[in-house]
């Protein structure tokens, strides 16, 4: 039994080597590095035109920034219960503001301007991810869940879609109610492809976007939710739970990179040559460099 078992262990491991080594090794493990483990929970890592890369440590209320000098810095305190974040071509913080389940633009002297606040009079359930196109227009995923620090005990909405927020209007539409909790998000640089994660059902989804916005065509491609995922350069998909999981736009995983904490929450490329591969982790941030350049 024992010489099956490591043969076994063998195999899984020279099959996950192979997966790698196949064009290139995408990344060492040995080199993953912890930044700092002095948040509660941290949440919706973006990058800057810098590479500089911002974060949400959501139940603590505050965004931080995490420097290409390799510094951390308090960006924001009180941040609206900030999510998820993206950076618009003017370099404004766009974030999911979980306190009142609205979206924000914070312009670079920090002041706040409030985008979306409601949908036929209703509150959404709570924007989680974002991603915009190139139009500055907003795609979000609006998942339930229940804040300790909300007033209200259920939704107003039911459903738990996808809408997007066309740049400049206030009105969201809604784009996608064939999911059943969707939460991590990310598209495509040539503004072709969404790719959504249904937390519910452990699927991640790819729509084709359309010139009006609307999705069509949803395709199943991987049987894996993700919390936040990101793309690089040869179009490979990496998306975050139990570690941060690697795969080619086909679905075939190429790449697993372990990080020793119960969860991780999201994920993007970050650095000047947006090379480093920078990780939010339940209490903690980690950055590992990567064979690979980010899209975003």
């Not at 965004?63 to 999510?83: C, E, F, P, Q």
């Not at 491609?221 to 080619?248: A, P």
């Amino acid at each position: 039994m024992k010489k099956y078992f490591f043969a076994l262990a063998f195999s899984v491991i020279s099959v996950a080597a192979v997966a790698q080594s196949a064009k290139q090794q995408i990344f060492v493990q040995d080199s993953l590095k912890l930044v700092s483990s002095q948040f509660k929970f941290t949440e919706g890592a973006s990058v800057d035109k810098q590479g500089n890369v911002f974060f949400t440590d959501q139940p603590n209320d505050k965004i931080w920034k995490y420097g290409t000098d390799g510094k951390l810095s308090m960006y924001m305190d009180k941040s609206g219960r900030a999510n998820g974040t993206y950076f618009d071509k003017r370099g404004n913080l766009i974030v999911c503001a979980d306190e009142h389940n609205e979206i924000w633009k914070i312009d670079k002297n920090k002041k706040v301007t409030v985008l979306f606040s409601d949908f036929e009079g209703k509150k959404v359930n709570g924007p989680n991810d974002i991603w915009l196109d190139a139009r500055g227009g907003i795609y979000f995923t609006d998942p339930y869940y229940q804040r300790d620090y909300w007033t209200r005990k259920s939704p107003e909405i039911e459903p738990q879609r996808v809408y997007y927020l066309p740049k400049g209007k206030k009105t969201a539409i809604v784009v996608a109610d064939n999911v059943l909790k969707p939460n991590g998000i990310v598209g495509t640089p040539d503004g072709k492809f969404l790719y959504v994660a249904d937390m519910k059902a452990n699927k991640t989804y790819r729509y084709n976007i359309e010139p009006d916005a609307s999705l069509t065509g949803q395709t199943l491609i991987l049987n894996q939710h993700s919390d936040g995922m990101t793309l690089d350069t040869e179009g490979n998909i990496y998306v975050t739970g139990k570690g941060v999981n690697i795969y080619k736009p086909n679905g075939e995983q190429i790449g697993h990179i372990n990080i020793p904490e119960e969860w991780c929450g999201n994920i993007c490329f970050g650095g000047k040559q947006r090379n480093i591969l920078f990780i939010t982790a339940s209490k903690s941030i980690y950055t590992i460099h990567v064979n690979a350049r980010g899209v975003e």
